[in-house]
């Protein structure tokens, strides 16, 4: 998982800092909510033909990373909103 990891990197002056896909302005958060709206890593690569399938699945490993790292306290309320 380190390697595909590699993929996914942070720097201060690409999108603010967040994290991206190999130093492109492709942040994983946009991704992550192109899958989460029904898009399949197929359809992804299709609009964004510089990207890889290795990208698209980095992106699922560093949201699994993160998921473990953090606690995320939410609402019931806004889960149902």
Do not use: W
């Not at 590699?6 to 994290?19: S, V």
């Not at 290795?54 to 953090?70: H, P, T, V």
């Amino acid at each position: 998982m380190e390697t595909i990891l590699e993929r996914i990197t942070i720097h201060p002056d690409i999108c603010h800092g967040k994290p991206v896909i190999r130093n492109k302005r492709y942040p994983v958060e946009s991704i992550l909510e192109y899958l989460a709206g029904g898009d399949s890593i197929e359809d992804i690569l299709q609009e964004f033909s510089d990207l890889e399938r290795e990208d698209i699945l980095a992106c699922l490993a560093f949201a699994s990373l993160m998921m473990r790292e953090k606690s995320i306290k939410i609402r019931k309320d806004e889960i149902y909103s």
